[in-house]
């Protein structure tokens, strides 16, 4: 039964087409979607269904789950690469070119990425060069390079190149989603101060932290950089660990279970997600 309320219509149908709004608008906007294809490519789909992926590295990965084909035109938005390291660019620029998507990094790296891409059939306008602290948008997400104590050598197979190009500086990435939904994936560093810093500054809600050994983090150094995360960060409820091998782990190599019982001595309180390869997780804040 329709009640008539004098004085209170106006505002009863507004409240109603606002409430109508509010409820199509949670219809179609979805979660932050995560799935891990071994080492550190990771592939996001945002709130809005942007893709977006991180060192797509599928040639000579045998954790990958498909070959470079997989992904097809139109089909992905971003592509982030940490550093010129051959399993952290990975197939970028081939990606990049496949797709039509843009490819994000920094400038030492990102030139030599627009000299490689046209060689796909791709263009140099594909690649957006920054630096340490630049950002770039797609649609309503942001991201931003972050330090990251790593190297970033680029070494080609191509004949005629000299062995080695630098890459300049290495990188983290900070992703802020279009729900307020941020992950910051520290690329392959070593223990930092600087962590501590982006906890301050930045409070990620999820973070991807490496710690394979070797040549970044071993396990108990990566749970301490999470302790550094957490300063004035009342945010961080999730760490993911990453830069490890499912098939052919060298012995050297740390393990998802090694950072999470390390997590667990800190008592950090924080929940270690272990990704599987292939599977996709909802990130929430």
């Known amino acids: 039964m329709f009640k008539r309320t004098s004085g209170h219509n106006s505002f009863t149908l507004i409240a109603a087409l606002i409430f109508g709004l509010a409820v199509a608008w949670s219809a179609t ?13 990771f592939r996001f789909v945002s709130n809005e269904g942007k893709v977006i992926l991180i060192n797509p590295w599928i040639k ?6 498909f070959g470079i084909d997989f992904y097809k035109k139109g089909e992905v938005d971003l592509i982030l690469a940490t550093s010129g390291h051959g399993d952290d660019q990975g197939n970028a620029v081939e990606i990049a070119a496949k797709t039509g998507a843009t490819i994000f990094t920094v400038a030492e790296l990102g030139s030599w990425m627009q000299n490689q891409i046209e060689g796909f059939g791709g263009s140099r306008k594909q690649v957006y060069r920054g630096s340490i602290g630049g950002r770039y948008k797609v649609g309503g997400v942001t991201v931003q390079l972050i330090q990251s104590a790593h190297g970033s050598g680029i070494a080609p197979k191509e004949k005629g190149f000299p062995a080695r190009y630098s890459g300049g500086p290495a990188s983290g990435v900070l992703i802020t989603f279009e729900d307020g939904l941020k992950v910051l994936m520290a690329g392959s560093t070593g223990l930092s101060m600087e962590l501590q810093l982006f906890g301050m500054r930045y409070q990620p809600h ?6 394979a050994g070797r040549f970044m983090m071993h396990p108990d150094d990566a749970a301490f950089a999470a302790k550094l995360l957490m300063t004035d960060n009342p945010n961080l409820k999730t760490v993911v660990p990453q830069h490890f091998r499912v098939k052919s782990r060298p012995p050297w190599m740390g393990t998802p279970d090694q950072f999470e019982a390390e997590v667990k001595k800190l008592g950090l309180g ?3 997600l272990k990704p599987e390869v292939g599977k996709a997780y909802t990130l929430t804040k």
């Open 29 to 41: 906007a979805g979660a932050v979607e995560m799935t891990f294809y071994g080492n550190q490519h």
């Open 60 to 65: 000579g990965n045998k954790d990958a789950p």
């Open 206 to 211: 999820v973070a991807l932290i490496p710690m």
């Open 270 to 272: 924080l929940n270690v």
